[in-house]
């Protein structure tokens, strides 16, 4: 059986990850603000840790509450949930934890989307 495939190029990891959750944002009707989705990307390739929020803070100039507001933002939308012995933290949701593990830590390179009929 063929599937019809769609090739797309891509010119790094973070590059790769932004067109992953543009497709996943799309296909979960769950649209990411241009912040969201950058910072989501770092928590996606480093983990979500005060070290990366540093980094974001460090290579964005925003401030500590821009980056709260955001992850408020995130757990909203499900991206992120409340880690469930702190919950002053958060951590990936199961799909974006499925994304870090399969195109950060094993290095895949398909993304594999089913449409299926509302009932």
């Known amino acids: 059986m063929n599937f019809p495939t769609l090739k797309n190029r891509y010119k790094n990891e973070i590059d790769l990850i932004d067109k992953i959750l543009r497709v996943y944002s799309i296909s979960q009707d769950k649209p990411l603000r241009n912040f969201e989705r950058l910072i ?6 480093n983990g979500y840790s005060k070290e990366t929020k540093k980094f974001i803070k460090e290579d964005t ?3 500590d509450g821009d980056i709260r507001v955001a992850d408020v933002h995130l757990r909203e939308k499900g991206y992120l949930r409340n880690h469930p012995n702190n919950l002053r933290m ?6 974006m934890n499925s994304i870090r593990e399969s195109f950060v830590v094993n290095k895949k390179e398909v ?3 089913l449409f299926q009929k509302d009932k």
Request: hydrophobic letters at 40%.
């Open 90 to 95: 958060s951590i990936l949701s199961p799909d």
């Open 111 to 113: 993304y594999v989307l």
């Open 40 to 45: 989501l990307i770092y928590y996606i390739r």
């Open 61 to 63: 100039g925003k401030k």
